[in-house]
C-alpha cells in the first residue's frame, strides 16, 4: 500500500525549531529523491527541500541554511529540521518524491500543519 504520513508540527513562535516526519510505504519512495513541500493559503505548493538516496541535499533559497532534510532509508522515513522559524514559514507541509528533476507522485499525504506565531 502507498502511502505518505506526515507528522510533528505544530505552533511555535518566532525563531523557535520544530522537526517533522515522514513516514513513507511504498518502493517509489524509498528509490527516488524525497522532498518537503509546503503550501500557504492561497499559495501554490513549493518545494523547500529534497534529498536523494545517497544523501544529496537541495534547498530553496527561502529556507537554505535554516532547514536541514535527511532520510532514513532503513526506516523509509524522511525528516526536516526547522530551526529560526520566520511567521513566512506558516504552511502546511507535504512530503512526496521530488527535487532533483524528479516530479512528486500523485500520492499525497495528509500534510501537518505548521504556524510560525508570536
Known amino acids: 500500500q502507498v502511502q505518505l504520513v506526515e507528522s510533528g508540527g505544530g505552533l511555535v513562535q518566532p525563531g523557535g525549531s520544530l522537526r517533522l516526519s515522514c513516514a513513507a510505504s511504498?518502493?517509489?519512495?524509498?528509490?527516488?529523491?524525497m522532498g518537503w513541500y509546503r503550501q500557504a493559503p492561497g499559495k501554490e505548493r513549493e518545494l523547500v527541500a529534497a534529498?536523494?538516496?545517497?544523501?544529496?541535499?537541495n534547498y530553496a533559497d527561502s529556507v537554505k541554511g535554516r532547514f536541514t532534510i535527511s532520510r532514513d532509508n532503513a526506516k523509509n522515513t524522511v525528516y526536516l529540521q526547522m530551526n529560526t522559524l520566520k511567521p513566512e514559514d506558516t504552511a502546511v507541509y507535504y512530503c512526496?518524491?521530488?527535487?532533483?528533476?524528479?516530479?512528486?507522485?500523485?500520492?499525497w499525504g495528509q500534510g501537518t500543519q505548521v504556524t510560525v506565531s508570536s
Open positions: 512526496n518524491t521530488g527535487g532533483f528533476g524528479v516530479y512528486p507522485s500523485n500520492y
Open positions: 511504498g518502493s517509489i519512495f524509498s528509490i527516488r529523491p
Open positions: 534529498i536523494t538516496r545517497g544523501g544529496s541535499t
